[in-house]
């Protein structure tokens, strides 16, 4: 890689967001964090807790990296994402944005580079501001609403009891799948990714207990 990476983690701030499906960057964001408080090895510290975003700086996966989450709302992203891209002099090819994709069902991701932003307004954002779109995108299914109208309430709205289990499965294989991007490759990174598959359930009462779990 030629400069340190960036991890942006797509959402909108606020308690009233926590929960809902457009802010599941945000969920696998807070399970890293999660992760990196608890052990030494991954030497977390905060370097911007206002603004336009939380920043902060880790050893992830072998590799000294930073983590962003925009605190602008998500048709904003792009400003904390070229503001940042330019403090510390990265290559935007080297962010990786995590967010949540409404043409695959949830359970499903998938780490690509480049192409459109099937709408996402987040990523129409930061490729507007940093003026590419050749950067890694963490896409992370939520499956799309019956009818196409209503699909801004549906991105809005919280996950369901039901669907708890399959979201931490899925922040669980996302950062084992990250973590192998910054110690073997791309190539290897999307061939777990890609092909994961959340577990059948096996206790209806079963929640989230992966780091950083919702509560």
């Given amino acids: 890689m030629d400069s ?21 960057g945000f969920l696998v964001a807070e399970a890293m964090l999660a992760q990196a408080a608890g052990r030494k090895s991954m030497a977390l510290k905060t370097l911007q807790s206002g603004g336009d ?33 330019g403090r510390h002099a990265i290559c935007a090819t080297n962010m990786v944005v995590l967010h949540d994709e409404l043409d695959l069902p949830l359970g499903r991701m998938k780490l690509k580079r480049g192409g459109g932003s099937n709408g996402h307004r987040g ?20 499956g799309r609403p019956q009818y196409s109208a209503d699909v801004a309430k549906f991105v809005l709205e919280e996950f369901s009891a039901e669907d708890l289990p ?34 059948e359930p096996s ?13």
Avoid: W
């Fill in 53 to 85: 975003f939380e920043l902060y700086s880790l050893n992830f996966g072998g590799m000294g990296c930073l983590l962003a989450k925009p605190l602008t709302y998500m048709n904003l992203s792009g400003r904390a994402a070229a503001r940042i891209l």
């Fill in 166 to 199: 399959v979201v931490g499965a899925v922040r669980e294989a996302a950062l084992k799948g990250l973590a192998l991007y910054f110690r073997r490759g791309l190539t290897e990174a999307v061939q777990l990714l890609n092909a994961f598959r959340p577990p």
């Fill in 203 to 215: 206790r209806p009462q079963e929640t989230m207990d992966t780091p950083g779990a919702l509560e």
């Fill in 123 to 142: 990523i129409d954002s930061i490729v507007e501001l940093t003026g590419t779109a050749d950067f890694l995108r963490l896409r992370l299914g939520i």
């Fill in 4 to 24: 340190t990476p960036l991890i942006i983690a797509l959402g909108n701030p606020g308690p009233q967001y926590e929960r809902t499906r457009h802010n599941f």
